[in-house]
């Protein structure tokens, strides 16, 4: 059974830095994508950034050059470094893993994992 775990939400004063990060666990062969979502209320999810398996990385412009999404593959673990964090990125964010190889009975499979959400509140 594969699972997502992702921590380190809290409350920050505008201008300050948290760190996320989100491990898989279970049998896993492979990861391709790995990523960041968010939702703030009354809003739909968002793409933050994302980090293939080789290391390319792509971010929403509304985050490029405060935020740095790095993986450590061989713990199949992403990470989100947020600097600079304004008010307008209180959201609960979401880490995705895309095409996780994995076993099952009848053989390989390639599914799409989520986390269970972190609170990022941003405020003074």
């Known amino acids: 059974q594969v699972q997502l775990v992702d921590s380190g939400g809290d409350l920050v004063q505008p201008g300050g830095s948290l760190r996320l990060s989100c491990a898989a666990s279970?049998?896993?062969?492979?990861?391709?994508?790995m990523g960041w979502y968010r939702q703030a209320p009354g809003k739909e999810r968002e793409l933050v950034a994302v980090i293939t398996n080789g290391g390319s990385t792509n971010y929403a412009d509304s985050v490029k050059g405060r935020f740095t999404i790095s993986r450590d593959n061989a713990k199949n673990t992403v990470y989100l470094q947020m600097n600079s964090l304004k008010p307008e990125d209180t959201a609960v964010y979401y880490c995705?893993?895309?095409?996780?190889?994995?076993?099952?009975?009848?053989?390989?499979?390639?599914?799409?994992?989520w986390g269970q959400g972190t609170q990022v509140t941003v405020s003074s």
């Open positions: 279970g049998t896993i062969f492979s990861i391709d994508d």
């Open positions: 995705n893993a895309d095409r996780v190889q994995y076993p099952t009975t009848y053989g390989r499979r390639w599914s799409s994992f």
